[in-house]
């Protein structure tokens, strides 16, 4: 995932901003970002999503679907791009992934367009993920050989899995925050080998209070617990096709 790998397995990078719903919001502010960053980021296009939300209610849980807007503005010599919903600008870069440096720098260039077209009044959310796709040049391997974080069986089930989705949601700092591990597999580029899908997200429960430089202080810590998370489910054995 990290940058210091000469093959690293990252896939996709995300950073997105949640605000408290805004009364002043328009489908033009998207434009006044643009506006702002069209040098950068020099295509756009615009697309409808259906997003569903589940949440626990004492009936039960609760599935809502929303249906948002979003103007998406975009590279074409690389996988980078700024989308923009209301009150919820979304950073992304794939693969080549640069660094941390460059893709923090992004989201700072990112964030600060969004102010100064749309000056937000508070958080609402703050989230950093990093999807990785770990291919190993094994047909057949044992989950425990290459990582720390993987489902286990008990007695008397299979050795074996046809499928799987490992999930753990781990505390920080008193529940402020949360890292959200996902393991899952995924298609292999050839039959000689076997491919996983390592999703880490880390996000807040209780977002810091709005500023840049409050902002700024958050993603480093956010990035050094994803980074710490990607070597604590890894194993050497496993690193060493990246390197």
């Not at 039960?60 to 919820?88: C, F, N, P």
């Not at 958080?123 to 999807?131: D, E, H, K, N, T």
């Not at 402020?176 to 597999?185: G, K």
Request: glycine share 4%.
């Amino acid at each position: 995932m990290t940058n210091e790998f000469a093959n690293p397995p990252l896939e996709s990078a995300t950073c997105e901003f949640r605000f408290m719903p805004s009364e002043a919001w328009d489908m033009t502010l998207p434009g006044l970002v643009w506006e702002r960053v069209k040098e950068r980021y020099p295509e756009r296009r615009q697309d409808t999503r259906f997003e569903t939300e589940i949440s626990q209610r004492s009936e039960g849980l609760e599935h809502k679907v929303t249906k948002t807007d979003w103007l998406t503005m975009y590279r074409s010599d690389v996988d980078a791009s700024i989308q923009v919903s209301r009150d919820r600008p979304l950073v992304t870069r794939g693969r080549p992934y640069p660094s941390w440096a460059v893709f923090r720098q992004e989201i700072q260039y990112a964030l600060v367009s969004y102010d100064s077209a749309h000056p937000p009044k508070a958080l609402a959310r703050v989230g950093l993920r990093y999807v990785n796709k770990l291919t190993i040049p094994r047909g057949t391997i044992e989950l425990e050989d290459y990582l720390e974080f993987y489902p286990a069986s008990g007695k008397g089930l299979p050795d074996s899995f046809a499928s799987f989705v490992a999930i753990a949601v781990y505390p920080y700092d008193n529940q402020e925050a949360f890292l959200r591990v996902q393991l899952s597999p995924a298609p292999p580029p050839d039959e000689q080998s076997t491919s996983l899908v390592l999703d880490l997200d880390y996000f807040t429960a209780k977002p810091p209070e709005y500023d840049l430089a409050g902002c700024a202080d958050w993603l480093e810590a956010a990035h050094a617990r994803i980074e710490d998370a990607f070597l604590a489910a890894t194993k050497p054995s496993l690193r060493a096709f990246f390197e």
